[in-house]
């Protein structure tokens, strides 16, 4: 999709982060915006900010929860009536819990897995019927990094970005036997300054968190702050290559170059069949 001038794009998880610099970009752009968060003081802020820096943006926000199809469906009901279809649709909200696997919670499982895949599954099957009748579209799942290769500590954001790169390799198969004018891009990046850190914030209290705080689970929280914080690439530049993707019909972003090197390596640690690819120790070589 080249010109994206006038088109409508839609973005969940626009109150911070990523998310409000895809809305940035895209009304850079001359798009029309629909944004979704369950953050909405963080969705005003980004309105806010748009308006300043593009003052006849068209643009209207719902808050969303991901994690329900019906809101999703909302959704896409807003962006029908609001503007009468979507172009790009940013299935971009996410969240995080970590700690080894067997301090996990049943909780902590269902409000990840909830918000990471079957916020891109719900926004999938809101939207992508929508792309077909129109007769364009374009879908951009967020994944990471951890949707290639595992850190310790992460085993449930690992697993659900996982699935979020299955989900978009098969989503681009389906497009293509159904000859769909549609594409799709998956975005795969490291760690960079974001809110995600902070998600607990908007954590549901029926899904509040109750695992212990281990000293395990403390170091890796630590330890991705840190990482996140530090990243050397902002998300404004991330949002940028993600939206050039758009126009240039790409399907893999991976921001940090070094993400394929390891996913090599992790290649060739499966032809040994020896011992798992450690992410750190390959992330130190």
Known sequence: MKNLQGKVAVITGAGSGLGRELAKVCAGRGMKLVLADVDEPGMAQTLAGIRKAVPDVAAVSMRVDVSKLDEVQALATLARESFDGAHVVFNNAGVSAGGPLWEATEADWQ???????????????SFVPLMLAQGEGHVVNTASAAGWVNAPGGGIYNASKHAVVAI????????????????????????????????????????ADTAPMSEARKFHQEMVRHAVMHGRISAEEIAEMTVSAVEHDQFYVFPHKKIKQLIKARAEAAEREQEPFDTMAGAKA
């Open 111 to 125: 409000w990840v897995t909830g918000v990471n895949v079957y916020g891109v599954a719900w926004g999938i099957q």
């Open 168 to 207: 978009s390799e098969t989503l681009a198969f389906d497009l293509r036997m159904a000859e769909a004018n549609v594409g799709v891009t998956v975005l795969c990046p490291a760690f960079f300054p974001t809110a995600i850190v902070d998600a607990e914030r908007n954590r549901p209290p029926e899904l």
